[in-house]
Structure formats: structure tokens, C-alpha cells
């Protein structure tokens, strides 16, 4: 795969087409990456103690390495 954590990338396709960011972390056996602040993804959570709300989180989600490429 030729993309690394901590690469600078660009989107080449998909609804973040364009934007750029840093390689959080690699799956190279599924040639999937993370990018801080791309493909960005709503998860609700449970509340873990009694007695605190659940809440909303936003993470990031994989993308495939062939749709970033490194930014020079």
C-alpha cells in the first residue's frame, strides 16, 4: 500500500472529493485508510453509568487508499 499513517492526503473521489488531511491510521490488508475529518460518520453511544445520557459522536470512517493520494 502507498499510503502511511501520518501521510498528507487529497480526496481524488466521493462526497469529500477535494479535501485534504492526515492519515490517522492504516488497515493494509483490507488497502483501507482514516483520514482525520473525511467520510465523517455519526455513531450514537450508550450512556456507560447510570444516570448519564447517551450522546452523539461523530468519528471518522475508513476510506479506500485508492481514492487518496498523497499531497507533494
Known sequence: MHIKKGDNVVILSGDDKGKTGKVVKAFPRENKVVVEGVNMA???????????????????????????????
Open 42 to 72: 455519526k455513531k450514537h453511544q450508550r450512556p456507560r453509568a447510570e444516570g448519564q445520557k447517551g450522546q452523539v459522536i461523530e468519528m471518522a470512517m475508513p476510506i479506500a487508499a485508492s481514492k487518496v493520494a498523497k499531497k507533494v
